[in-house]
């Protein structure tokens, strides 16, 4: 009786890789890191477990990217930063994909919003934070959801 060497009809199972496929699936997306555009990605999705402190600041950051791009970069710095600081040698699971990731998304967005000079940001987020307050604090539009 000869073994068959892995043809169409001899089943191959592995199963602890087909799981383990599934859940990497997940973890390492990689449109956005090549460049590819699939779509918009939402950094607070891509969040590992270990760095969930920061998801406030990034969906801060993608709520106002439309009204102030400017802002929204200075929130995903400051992310990347408190991220840095979390896990500086990027040693919990999916910390180095993700801080790449946003590395390569604050070097994006720094050319697109460059002719700001860094002298004005702090000005630049006091000025956007009072817009927002008379905006969606003196309007009433307090019932907003995190």
């Known amino acids: 009786m000869s073994m ?8 191959q199972r592995q199963p602890s890789m087909g799981r383990r496929n599934i859940s990497r699936a997940i973890t390492m997306r990689t449109d956005g890191y090549s460049g590819e555009e ?4 939402i950094e607070s999705e891509l969040v590992p477990s270990s760095l969930a402190p920061i998801v406030p600041i990034l969906r ?8 102030n791009p400017r802002v929204a970069y200075l929130c995903r710095f400051t992310a990347f930063e408190k991220a840095h600081t979390m896990d500086p040698n990027s040693s919990g699971r999916g910390v180095r994909q993700f801080k790449t990731y946003l590395l390569h998304r604050l070097e994006k967005d720094e050319k697109d919003t460059q002719r700001r000079l860094a002298s004005t940001d702090a000005k630049e987020i006091q000025r956007f934070y009072e817009h927002y307050c008379k905006k969606y604090l003196e309007e009433g539009l307090q019932t907003r959801k995190p």
């Open 60 to 67: 801060a950051a993608n709520e106002i990217e439309d009204e």
């Open 4 to 11: 068959s060497s892995g043809g169409p009809s001899a089943p």
């Open 38 to 41: 699939e779509g918009p990605i």
